[in-house]
């Protein structure tokens, strides 16, 4: 299967550099690019996309509104955040609008390829020591144990055990991690997340990550709430 990709940047040259990439990759194909958040809207009405590779600093409209307007809607593609710096202050605003990830612009050609693989396959490609790490950075702009947190009906929905595994993720650990932890076998543990994922109605381990520290479930640092 053909991984259909959209690049969206303002700068010409960047979109050059990685549709080259792409270009050369027998399971994928570069089938449209945009130069904004505006026009990349416009070309999804009339473009089927699987991947969008999104840069966050753009005219018109960023990449974080775009990103949380694409992913709002049935069916949408999948997004891929790129930034300039690591731990750009756009990340964790664009993973709460529904990407699926993000990565340096200068990341390694093979790493780029792996990620799109990734992200088109439903997995997320933030490591979870990165994971750890933008969080606790973004921890002033996530609710304080002294104010209310929003609260998730899904919640409700998990088993103990999920809800053991949904503490876990949410500290940064990985499948193999949480599994050792558990005393479960790994493929237990990414059905487990399937679950959780199913029941909080949610894209991806990302988006978990992000739930349990909004709703106070996990302190910033990876402490969890009594």
Do not use: W
Not at 176 to 197: D, N, P
């Amino acid at each position: 299967m053909t991984i259909r990709l959209m690049l969206v940047d303002d700068q010409v040259l960047l979109r050059t550099g990685f549709r080259m990439v792409l270009a050369a990759q027998p399971d994928m194909e570069v089938v449209a690019e945009a130069g904004d958040g505006v026009e990349a809207l416009q070309v999804l009405r009339s473009t089927a996309v699987d991947v969008v590779l999104m840069d966050v600093r753009m005219p018109k409209l960023d990449g974080v509104e775009a990103t949380r307007r694409i992913c709002s809607e049935p069916g949408a593609p999948r997004v891929l955040i790129l930034t300039t710096f690591d731990l750009d202050e756009y990340a964790f605003s664009g993973l709460k609008a529904g990407a699926s990830g993000f990565m340096l612009k200068d990341v390694p050609p093979g790493d780029l390829l792996a990620a799109i693989r990734a992200v088109h396959s439903g997995d997320a490609v933030v490591a979870p020591s990165t994971t750890r790490r933008l969080l606790d950075r973004f921890s002033p702009m996530l609710p304080s144990s002294g104010t209310s947190r929003p609260e998730h009906k899904g919640l409700e929905r998990l088993t103990d055990r999920e809800r053991e595994v949904m503490l876990l993720v949410a500290q940064g650990l990985s499948n193999g991690e949480i599994a050792a932890r558990l005393v479960l076998s790994e493929a237990t543990v990414k059905t487990h997340v399937g679950r959780i994922l199913t029941k909080l109605e949610l894209r991806d381990r990302v988006q978990v990550v992000v739930l349990a520290y909004e709703t106070g479930l996990v302190r910033a640092g990876g402490g969890t709430l009594p």
